[in-house]
T-cell receptor, first 112, second 115 residues
Framework: KAGVTQTPRYLIKTRGQQVTLSCSPI?????VSWYQQTPGQGLQFLFE???????NKGNFPGRFSGRQFSNSRSEMNVSTLELGDSALYLC???????????FGQGTRLTVV | AQSVTQLDSHVSVSEGTPVLLRCNYS??????LFWYVQHPNKGLQLLLK??????LVKGINGFEAEFKKSETSFHLTKPSAHMSDAAEYFC?????????????FGTGTRLKVLA
């Protein structure tokens, strides 16, 4: 069974641009969560989706948004990029909300 | 509110010696607890999970952890370290009864294995 797939793996963007990251969960998984990983802040929760509904959102500005499609695939978007948005963005999927999460390899975003 | 404290940011052991990575948690309810490992430039791999069944949990690659409610601890151990164990380890708490299933991560422990 294929794991969680995140695309692209690497991105370089300029301040002020926007970016969309994609996540394909493990087949049959209906829950997708996103996390941001930085050296200074560690791993922080961004969003949690289940059956196309956002269940929870972390303490990030409104520039960070996401969505989940009917096939459980998810995207997150960051608008008006700032240097501080440079991070590894990790997507995780789980069968339901209350089961363990499996992580993708992440998208490394660099904002210059 | 939930929180996780990993007591050591760096741990060094010699190959073949035991590994102990310490984790304390704070949760209002009965939490789910996990250990994940992250190798350089990789995602997170689940090592083991505790979800209110047996307090001694066995995971992959010879790792195990013991849930001690009285000490609010969930330390990760391995009897004999291997060079391939060198990585960063994260202790995670999730508290479904709080209305959210999000993970709260510890700050990580970087394990170094010396030849």
């Amino acid at each position: 069974k294929a794991g969680v797939t995140q695309t692209p793996r690497y991105l370089i963007k300029t301040r002020g641009q926007q970016v969309t990251l994609s996540c394909s969960p493990i087949s049959g998984h209906r829950s997708v969560s996103w996390y941001q990983q930085t050296p200074g802040q560690g791993l922080q929760f961004l969003f949690e989706y289940f059956s196309e509904t956002q269940r929870n959102k972390g303490n990030f500005p409104g520039r960070f948004s996401g969505r989940q499609f009917s096939n459980s695939r998810s995207e997150m978007n960051v608008s008006t990029l700032e240097l501080g948005d440079s991070a590894l963005y990790l997507c995780a999927s789980s069968q339901t909300l209350n089961t363990e999460a499996f992580f993708g390899q992440g998208t490394r975003l660099t904002v210059v | 509110a939930q929180s996780v404290t990993q007591l050591d940011s760096h741990v060094s052991v010699s190959e073949g010696t035991p590994v102990l990575l310490r984790c304390n948690y704070s949760s209002s309810y009965s939490p789910s607890l996990f250990w994940y490992v992250q190798h350089p430039n990789k995602g997170l791999q689940l090592l083991l999970k505790y979800t209110s069944a047996a307090t001694l949990v066995k995971g992959i690659n010879g790792f195990e952890a013991e849930f001690k409610k009285s000490e609010t601890s969930f330390h990760l151990t391995k009897p004999s370290a291997h060079m391939s164990d060198a990585a960063e380890y994260f202790c995670v708490v999730s508290d479904p009864n709080s209305g959210t299933y999000k993970y709260i991560f510890g700050t990580g422990t970087r394990l170094k294995v010396l030849a």
